[in-house]
């Protein structure tokens, strides 16, 4: 079998997520491109209102785009496994306590995909950090984001609810961070529920 996948990936190698070249067995990004994500830098900051800090591992350009585009509408999801591990590396320690929460999906954008990107990522970096994974918020309605203008995403946020007990300690994780409505309206719902403690890590921060 290791004979037959060897002869299958010299015929057909895997494609760079990112721009398409060909690239290492078992890699998500080429050479080129992983260089590239590497040279990225991380943003930390207080974040959108109701939460205590928010980092990014890269602002959303270039091959952290790409990455985000593959996850979310191209379903590659061992780029999850990827954001993972770049916030893994990257994040201040003192960012990755807490109870792993993902940002929850609009209900119609979940049955249309079939998957959901934001808890593919929190699950994966839950693993990493051995850390509890507690999916507690619901998204009510459209709550569609995408395409909006700036001051429709803040002026409608989403309506998220809790489901079930809320940690104390809460380490809230998205794909991208855009304005921050989505991530304030999580904050709210949490901090109303009983948490204490609202940071949220994201892997790309479009500015």
């Known amino acids: 079998m290791d004979l037959l996948d060897a002869i299958s990936g010299a015929l057909a190698p895997p494609l760079c997520a990112s721009c398409g070249r060909g690239c290492r067995p078992g890699a998500v990004l080429c050479n080129r491109c992983g260089r590239r994500l590497a040279a990225a830098e991380p943003l930390l900051g207080k974040g959108p209102p109701g939460l205590d800090r928010a980092w990014s591992s ?75 994974l507690a999916p507690c918020l619901a998204r009510r309605g459209s709550g569609r984001q995408v395409g909006r203008r700036r001051a429709q995403r803040l002026g409608r946020p989403p309506r998220i609810e809790t489901r079930g007990p809320v940690p104390r300690s809460v380490l809230l994780v998205d794909a991208v961070l855009t304005t921050g409505a989505t991530l304030s309206a999580c904050a709210k719902a949490l901090r109303s529920a009983g948490t204490v403690r609202v940071v949220a890590v994201t892997f790309a921060r479009r500015l």
């Open 58 to 132: 890269a602002l959303h350009e270039d091959v952290a785009r790409n990455l985000v585009v593959a996850l979310k509408f191209r379903r590659l999801l061992p780029v999850a496994e990827l954001m993972a591990d770049r916030i893994h590396w990257l994040a201040p320690a003192h960012m990755l306590s807490g109870t792993v929460v993902p940002v929850p999906p609009a209900p119609a954008r979940l049955r249309r995909r079939g998957f959901d990107p934001a808890g593919e990522l929190a699950a994966a970096l839950a693993e990493r950090l051995d850390a509890a």
